[in-house]
Structures are given as structure tokens and as C-alpha cells.
């Protein structure tokens, strides 16, 4: 490991600040993207469509495993990432338990190194952060680093009939709720991840050789993944880990890698240690939607509402333009959103009215929504 375990203290009072623009940077860097984002949907809305768009080379095609996968996602102990985990683990209450559903117990991995006031109503475990000015303002390096310490320390309990290392764990994030019942997408030891369109390793082969070298195989060997979401082994996740965290630092550290990947950095990280380590992905593209650009929830599992909806009203989309109607979770930075949001105009894609309607459910059910979510 490169980096020593260090019990830090709460974040700065800048957090929000930088919070704040990281997140303004994030978003509207993609706009420069978003051209080439075709829309995904055609065929999956009625299920038509194949949704596997990559296998690895040397998969053996298997039956449904049926093993439950553990459910864990990273969070900090924000306001802005409080109210998201509220949401998410409301919407995974409702569909785990439901026909087709192979989701088994929960963990928020908190790396804020203390518990929060959340502690009693999301089942959380406390990891720390990176040691102060590791993750050189860009905090989501902490993501690969608190698996690493979760798994070592907790104990993951999944079919107590399972040995060790056949449970498997859906690594997840705050932003995503559960549209349908999500069953166990991994095959043996071929995780399930969802193919993101700005993650292209042959596009960047240059930088990639730096971390992948030519020995360890082709370009082609490094997924267009992130760690999220992806269903994984526990073991293979103990191996890869610890690899995901010193790419991740050393990808930070290169001057020109950090320029080239900026905010996803962290996801080519986990590309680049998964080919390392010889694992492949099977690529499913009914993994997860994106609202506004996928236009249907259809069969798709996880919507991830992580780009600002802005509309007209006329339902028209304004890219990169504040709408006269807006969905944005970073509207939210210091506080959750109200209940009973405003639905969309008519015209708006199917997607970001269920994902608005998703939202309102659980702020209508959860207890104490309108108190502060603060630590």
C-alpha cells in the first residue's frame, strides 16, 4: 500500500465551497460530451434489445446465479450526500424484497472517520478519510480507499451458508435510486458494470500505457467502466482494491493524466486495476440509465440522476442552460431538496418524471425529511 492509515478529524469548512465547484466543472465540462451522446434507450424501453454490449473473451455462458449480492455505497457525511443516501435506501427497502430481486443486505461506507446522525437509520460503517491533502481537493479519491478499509475490517454477511469468496457486492452510489428489482448481473468470477460513453482507454492509449503497460496485454483488455455500478466477487474486490487506490493516487500525481481524465480520474483507476488484476467485465447497458439523455426507465435497473434536467416549459431540454423547470441534485448542497417537487411539463422524457416522482415517494415517506440533514 502507499498510502498508512491516519483517523482524520471532520472535513473544512470549505468542503461545500469546493463541493460546489467541483461539481459546477463536472457538469458543464460535459456538455463538450454530450454530443456524442447517441441515445441509448432504442430497444431497452420494451426490452427488445440486447443489453449485453460486452463480454470478456473467455466467458463461459452460465445459468442466473441467484447468490445475493451485498449492497454497499460510499458517502460522506454532507448534507448534500446525506439526503441522497435517505433517498437510495429508501428505493432499496422497496424493490429488495421484490419478485426478480437479488439484493441482500446494505452498508453505507461512511469515510468522514466518525458517525453522523444517520447512523441509526442506514446501516453504516465508519472508515476514514485519506490523510489530509492526499486527495488533492478531488474527495472521490477516498472512494477506492474506504472499499480497501471495509473490507478488511468489516464482516460481510450474505448467505451464511456461502463461503467467503463466493458472495459478491454491488458497489453503488448515493445519486442512484432502484427502479426495478435488481438481480445478481455477475457471472462466476466475470463482474457485471455498465459501460459509461466518455470512458474510451483506446482514445487515451498514450496515458493508459503509463499504468497499463504493453506486457500486460492489449488497450482493449481496460473496460469502459468505473467501479459504479458493478457487481463483483468480494474476493476479486479484495484484490483489485488496494491496486484501485494506488492508480488512482498515481493517476492524481501525473501532471498529464490528471488533465486528460479530470472528475472521472477515479473511474479509469478502477478500469485500469481491474485489467491488472486479468478481470473483465460483462458490460450491461440495462445496468443504469441516465436522465436527461436516456429518455425511458423501460427494464433498466438504477437510475442515476447525476446531470441537471433543465427544461422549458414546453418541454424542450436547454443544455447548459438554467430551465424555467429544473431537476439538479447540486441544487441541494446544504440541504435536501423539499418534498413535493414540481413535476415536469408535458413533453419531458418519461425518465425525468419517474425519476422526480421517485424522489417525491421517498420524501413523503421517509421520517424527518425536513430536518436539517446535519451531523
Not at 455505497?73 to 435517505?86: E, F, G, H, I, M
Not at 441516465?290 to 427494464?299: C, I, R, S, T
Amino acid at each position: 500500500m502507499m498510502i498508512g492509515r491516519k483517523n482524520m478529524g471532520r472535513a473544512s469548512p470549505m468542503l461545500l465551497v469546493l463541493l460546489a465547484l467541483g461539481f459546477f466543472f463536472a457538469t458543464y465540462n460535459l456538455l463538450t460530451l454530450i454530443i456524442q451522446y447517441k441515445d441509448s434507450s432504442t430497444g431497452l424501453g420494451s426490452g427488445t434489445s440486447d443489453p449485453v454490449t460486452g463480454m470478456p473473451a473467455n466467458f463461459r455462458k452460465s445459468g442466473k446465479s441467484n447468490l445475493k449480492f451485498h449492497v454497499a455505497l460510499t458517502a460522506t457525511d454532507a448534507p448534500y450526500s446525506q439526503w441522497q443516501c435517505r433517498i437510495m435506501y429508501y428505493w432499496y427497502k422497496k424493490m429488495k424484497s421484490m419478485p426478480g430481486s437479488d439484493m441482500g443486505k446494505f452498508t453505507r461506507v461512511l469515510h468522514s472517520g466518525k458517525g453522523d446522525h444517520l447512523m441509526a437509520e442506514i446501516p453504516t460503517f465508519v472508515v476514514d478519510p485519506l490523510p489530509e491533502g492526499l486527495d488533492q481537493g478531488y474527495i472521490v479519491l477516498n472512494r477506492p480507499w474506504a472499499f480497501v478499509q471495509w473490507l478488511e475490517k468489516a464482516t460481510i454477511e450474505e448467505e451464511e451458508a456461502l463461503c467467503d469468496k463466493n458472495r459478491y457486492i454491488l458497489m453503488a452510489e448515493p445519486d442512484h435510486i432502484f427502479a426495478n428489482p435488481l438481480p445478481n448481473l455477475a457471472r462466476g468470477d466475470n463482474p457485471a458494470g455498465f459501460p459509461f460513453f466518455y470512458i474510451k482507454p483506446t482514445e487515451h492509449e498514450k496515458i493508459v500505457r503509463k499504468f497499463y503497460p504493453e506486457e500486460k496485454g492489449p488497450v482493449t483488455d481496460v473496460d469502459p467502466i468505473g467501479n459504479s455500478p458493478v457487481i463483483i466477487k468480494k474476493s476479486l474486490l479484495e484484490e483489485i482494491a488496494p491496486t484501485w487506490v494506488n492508480v488512482s493516487l498515481r493517476m492524481k500525481d501525473d501532471q498529464e493524466t490528471d488533465k486528460a481524465f479530470g472528475w472521472v480520474l477515479e473511474m479509469y483507476a478502477y478500469a485500469v486495476a481491474s485489467a491488472l488484476h486479468g478481470v473483465r467485465h460483462i458490460l450491461r447497458k440495462d445496468f443504469m440509465l441516465q436522465p436527461p439523455w436516456d429518455l425511458e426507465v423501460g427494464k433498466r435497473f438504477i437510475i442515476h440522476y447525476t446531470y441537471g434536467c433543465d427544461y422549458n416549459m414546453k418541454g424542450e431540454l436547454t443544455y447548459g442552460k438554467i430551465g424555467e423547470w429544473r431537476f439538479d441534485k447540486r441544487s441541494y448542497l446544504s440541504g435536501p431538496p423539499p418534498k413535493n417537487l414540481t413535476l415536469p411539463p408535458p413533453g419531458v422524457p418519461e425518465s425525468v418524471v419517474r425519476l422526480v416522482k421517485m424522489v417525491n415517494e421517498a420524501t413523503a415517506n421517509i421520517p424527518g425529511w425536513d430536518s436539517l440533514n446535519s451531523g
